[in-house]
């Protein structure tokens, strides 16, 4: 993905840049999502789209409302509060009428006489808002309420900053009594339409505007429904509508939680933002033909990304393995089967990300259906093990058996074209991304001496994916008794550990280089990178040794974690998007990596630090990214200005190290749930999970502090599971 805040020249020549005139940060948007529909408002309710804001209602990649302004008697009501509920399911703002003056300068209504509460959440591809006026004068009070409305059918790349030449047809809005359609045929001959309803029916309507004029007597309450759809409305009031609508949205909400493992710890802020990356997690999920797919971030990625939605399974395969199962099915249901430059796509690639706008279907961006990412594949296959070992679901996985095959044969041709061993990137049209790793800025992989790298290009964390890709494969192909498959594809995996090393290592800087350029020479660049290499164990032991102390320094480690690059790289910038920030999700997969080789302690540092972190962020919400500035006593962390929040895989960081600092596997199998050399980070005491389930069994833990070590009991079992402590 590209985020990068770009200021030269030549940085506004790179792909795809998001410009950063106005900080998201600083803005601090409510945001609702559901399925392929999102909205981004501010903190009144409100659309004010201005100066390059964000703010707007969009379904699948188009803006199909970019105005949405509230007033009371002309004026623009006072903030009393903007909460997004705890399961993200509604957005609920109170607010209050400013002192409204007559044509004289008199005061009409005195401030603070008119509350006004607006609750609003999405459903079905419509935006369904309830608006509450209650009058707390003793006095009757006339009031004149209206919505002011627009829509531009920008492309979500418009909105991102990509200017076009061309643009489609705007036809005649049309007005009813009781609403207003909006409609636009885009250049891809497909008409996109945005339906205003409101109910009771306004005093007066017009193509961009509603009023409604009413008077209250002390405590009466006057209610407004409205609705605005991105599709065909159905046929019934915007009140029922809205009651109907409210009901089965929170039905879903409560179905889709409950596979989720409850935690609870005796650290109420840390519960707080448990809470909130779990309802994070399910808000991003969307129904997709073959199951659960976490989209990768609002609002500028809420669509399916290959890389986000694998990383975001793997981190939340101990909580809810459904999620892991249906993005393996659907990424296989959507896995390349021919070469075609344009999209990067090669028989048996995962894809990178689909995107379903004006834009992408005129072929003006490639990211249509688009294939253009190294470590999908892999990261595919070490899933679908992963999976397996958490659930021991074979009838899935011998679904997936050719998608398998077919990724570990992308690997073993396409991409490793040279025959070198090792899997390269290069895009195959100047329109694709230059760069097709995590870190797809266009400057992330660079020289020792600050030059960028040319392609084909060698990460050396894809490297680690595909080695543990192969032992992934080989393990299940010996349960479904492919024992020659398995047996080369461990062989092929034992000769990738003996020359990873050899090659990539540098003893001289206490690191894996960051990749190999074009001519085999290795980009001696420290970064988090070699980091990630610890997380299938391609690392020998005593190369973990030297590079976890490295990068738990000040030169890697910020305080609030470990940064993208060392802080003496000659493209550090603590400021960039890739290249000196701090991601909450690379520091999990790192994290995983520490406790793979047995340094829990450093796994509890990274754990503190990004809990830390989560205190001084609203909502309590880690984002994408942020800046990678060292750690100020007394202060929070520095914003990075576009970052997305929510980010799947930044919501799911919290809940990967907690089961990294646990040691919590599975063994379904033998029915265990087990704890390996578990450990709590300082910040809490106790732990207590509640529905952990395996082979159709469920178990209820606590893991309590004891001096120095922790003890775990069992507090509810169904089934047959057992519970096994290694220590």
């Known amino acids: 993905m590209i985020g990068e805040v770009l200021a030269s020249d030549e940085c506004h020549a790179a792909q795809f840049y998001i410009p950063a005139s106005v900080s998201l940060q600083e803005l601090q948007p409510r945001t609702l999502k559901h399925n392929d529909t999102f909205a981004v408002f501010d903190h009144y309710g409100d659309i004010a789209v201005a100066g390059g804001g964000t703010e707007g209602l969009f379904h699948r990649d188009t803006r199909h409302l970019s105005k ?19 399961d993200n399911a509604s957005l609920n703002c109170d607010l209050a009428n400013p002192d409204i003056f007559n044509k004289d300068g008199n005061i009409l209504i005195g401030h603070d006489l008119l509350h006004l509460r607006r609750s609003k959440f999405l459903w079905q591809g419509t935006c369904f808002e309830r608006i509450s006026v209650r009058n707390y004068d003793e006095q009757v009070q006339r009031v004149e309420l209206a919505l002011h409305f627009s829509c531009d059918f920008a492309d979500l790349f418009e909105v991102r900053g990509v200017r076009r030449d061309r643009r489609g047809k705007f036809e005649l809005p049309c007005v009813e009594p009781d609403g207003v359609t909006l409609s636009y045929l885009g250049l891809d001959g497909v008409r996109r339409i945005t339906r205003l309803r409101f109910e009771p029916r306004p005093t007066r309507i017009g193509p ?12 009466e309450r ?74 990768a971030g609002i609002p500028w990625f809420s669509a399916v990304f290959g890389r986000d939605g694998i990383i975001t399974a793997m981190q939340t395969l101990w909580l809810d393995p459904t999620i892991a199962r249906g993005v393996l099915l659907h990424l ?33 961006v490639p990211f249509r259906r688009y294939y253009g990412s190294v470590d999908s594949t892999p990261l595919f296959v070490l899933l679908a093990g992963a999976y397996f070992e958490r659930t021991g679901d074979i009838k899935t996985v011998t679904h997936l058996w050719p998608h398998i095959m077919r990724a570990l044969e992308w690997i073993d041709s396409w ?12 895009r195959q049209t100047d329109d694709g991304l230059v760069n097709q790793g995590w870190k797809d800025s266009y400057d992330s992989i660079f020289h020792a001496d600050g030059t960028l790298a040319e392609g084909p290009i060698a990460l050396c964390e894809v490297q680690a994916y595909v080695y543990g890709a192969r032992r992934a494969a080989a393990m299940i192909a010996g349960r479904l008794g492919q024992s020659e498959c398995c047996s080369l594809q461990n062989a092929k995996a034992d000769d990738l550990y003996r020359r990873f090393d050899d090659v990539f290592w540098q003893d001289d800087i206490g690191t894996y280089a960051i990749a190999l350029d ?23 032991p005593e190369r973990s040794e030297v590079l976890i102390a490295n990068l738990m320094r000040g030169e890697f480690f910020s305080g609030w974690g470990i940064r993208t690059i060392a802080n003496a790289e000659p493209r550090y910038n603590p400021m960039s998007y890739h290249n000196g920030s701090v991601w909450p999700h690379d520091n999990a997969l790192i994290a995983r990596g520490f406790a793979r080789y047995g340094h829990t302690q450093a796994v509890a540092r990274l754990f503190h630090g990004l809990f830390e972190a989560s205190i ?42 907690l089961q990294s600092c646990l040691g919590l596997r599975f063994d379904p199998q033998q029915c265990h749930v087990i704890f390996e050399r578990p450990m709590l980070p300082d910040f809490l005491d106790e732990v207590t999970l509640h529905g952990l389930a395996i082979s159709g069994a469920r178990i209820d833990v606590k893991i309590c502090r004891a001096d120095r070590e922790v003890a775990i009991h069992v507090l509810e079992r169904e089934g047959k599971v057992q519970l096994v402590t290694i220590n």
């Open 208 to 219: 961009d505007y509603v009023f409604f004029d009413f008077s209250l007597v002390s405590r």
């Open 415 to 426: 991409g490793d074209r040279d025959g070198d061993g090792f899997v390269e990137y290069h």
């Open 68 to 86: 949405l302004m509230l007033t009371l008697g002309g004026a623009r009501p006072m903030l009393l509060s903007s909460t997004i509920c705890d």
């Open 222 to 295: 006057q209610i407004i429904f409205t609705e605005i759809s991105c599709a065909d409305l159905p046929a019934r009031k915007a009140r029922d509508a809205f009651l109907f609508a409210l009901r089965d949205s929170r039905r879903a909400s409560r179905a889709a939680m409950r596979q989720a493992v409850a935690v609870t710890t005796s650290n109420e802020i840390f519960n707080e933002a448990v809470r909130r990356a779990i309802s994070d997690l399910y808000t991003l999920a969307t129904n997709v033909p073959e199951g659960l797919y976490p989209y």
């Open 616 to 657: 001084y962020i609203d909502l309590r919400r880690l984002p994408e990214l942020f800046c990678g500035f060292a750690r100020r006593r007394r202060q929070g962390p520095t914003f990075y200005p576009v970052a997305c929040t929510p980010q799947a895989w930044a919501a799911a960081a919290p809940l990967s190290l």
């Open 518 to 540: 074009r001519l085999k020479r290795p980009c001696r660049v420290k970064s988090s990178n070699a980091g990630q290499v610890l997380l299938t164990g391609l690392a020998r």
């Open 332 to 364: 296989a249901a959507n896995q390349a089967l021919v070469e075609d430059a344009a999209s990067d796509a090669e028989p048996g690639k995962i894809l990178h990300e689909v995107r379903f706008g004006e834009m992408a279907e005129c072929g003006e």
